[in-house]
């Protein structure tokens, strides 16, 4: 119950920008110094929940190498920007199969 | 029941890799939240009502870690602001000669970061009546699409050996990897990255609670004063 009423107030407080948006619309300048700050926060929040996922994650990914963990990105990168013209669907699937490839090697299985 | 032109044209557009692509992300999201025990229901209500999934990911992180619910609340609200330009950039294309405001409305629930891409591209080239449509065409389909792979990922996860379990709960963060240096066009964005990725997780060793939302706001802030003073002074 308590978990369904924090995911009503994130949707919520989610919603809360796009019902603005549409009353605003054609009456604020998106190019103002506060909307690149918001943007900056945004991004700082989103790029250090990544990492941290990544280098020290909680959970199941703990049970996988750092050092597989970040080859796992490299390859996805190499597959995404060199390999497939930026094909997000590829990218991401190099990734998924090679955590899961050297997780494999590493133990074993 | 007859769907309009452009709501079908919405339909097929989004129907490939951009949904591939959605659902992928959100089978992941479906398998953290059952590495975290969240119920699958609130997880599938949370793609629903959040329809964000950095917010989603943050929640569930967030809770993990047993963040207080306000503290998880403001950090979603700072990760869905980036909605407020996004909706005031795309309300003038998607506007028609007479305005239904409420559908209006329903329509900006269902703005992310690929239906808004698409029509932002898109948009322009098509007649004006039915942009509205098109966009809510498009966007459902990926929102509907996208509560399904929730409850997929959920069921995937627990069922299967903890090796492919890994490789699914690594989808979000790969995904998050990618898009975040993807979009990297200006000096500000980048040096945002970068603080970012330092001060979260350096915050997190300290205090997990706290550490997504003021590793946010810290990291955020000095790029942008240090990029704005950088360019006042040269």
């Not at chain 1, 809360?16 to 605003?24: F, N």
């Not at chain 1, 930026?86 to 990734?95: D, V």
């Not at chain 2, 969240?38 to 997880?43: R, T």
Request: glycine share 12%; hydrophobic share 60%.
């Amino acid at each position: 119950m308590a978990e369904t009423l924090l995911v009503i107030a994130c949707g919520l407080a989610s919603y809360l920008w796009r019902g603005l948006g549409v009353l605003l619309s054609g009456r604020i300048n998106t190019a103002s110094p506060v909307f690149s700050w918001v943007a900056c926060v945004a991004y700082a929040m989103i790029a250090g929940l990544t990492v941290r996922l990544v280098v020290m994650p909680g959970g199941t990914l703990a049970h996988a190498a750092l050092a597989d963990r970040l080859i796992a990105c490299a390859v996805a990168f190499v597959v995404y920007f060199a390999l497939t013209r930026r094909n997000l669907f590829f990218g991401i699937g190099s990734g998924f199969v090679a955590l899961i490839a050297l997780t494999a090697l590493r133990t074993g299985g | 029941m007859k769907f309009s032109t452009g709501f079908c044209r919405g339909v097929r557009e989004a129907m490939g890799v951009p949904t591939a692509v959605l659902a992928a992300g959100y089978i992941g999201y479906g398998a953290i939240a059952a590495d975290m025990k969240f119920p699958v229901l609130v997880a599938m209500l949370s793609t629903a009502a959040i329809w964000a999934l950095p917010g989603q990911i943050i929640l569930m992180e967030m809770s993990g870690v047993g963040a207080p619910a306000l503290v998880i609340v403001l950090a979603v609200m700072f990760s869905a602001m980036r909605f407020l330009p996004m909706t005031v950039t795309l309300m003038p294309i998607l506007r028609g000669a007479q305005r239904g405001r409420l559908r209006e409305y329903f329509a900006a629930h269902l703005i992310a970061m690929t239906g808004w891409a698409i029509v932002m591209r898109r948009g322009p080239e098509l007649p004006q009546a039915e942009r509205l449509s098109f966009f809510t065409g498009l966007a459902i389909t990926g929102w509907v699409v996208s509560i399904a792979a929730t409850g997929a990922g959920f069921f995937i996860a627990d069922s299967l050996p903890l090796l492919a379990r890994i490789g699914f709960v690594f989808l979000s963060p790969l995904y998050f990897a990618i898009v975040l240096l993807a979009d990297l066009r200006e000096r500000m964005m980048a040096m945002a990255l970068v603080f970012g990725a330092i001060c979260g997780p350096v915050i997190h060793a300290f205090n997990p609670q706290w550490s997504v939302l003021a590793g946010g706001l810290i990291g955020g802030t000095l790029a942008f004063a240090l990029r704005r003073t950088g360019r006042r002074h040269g």
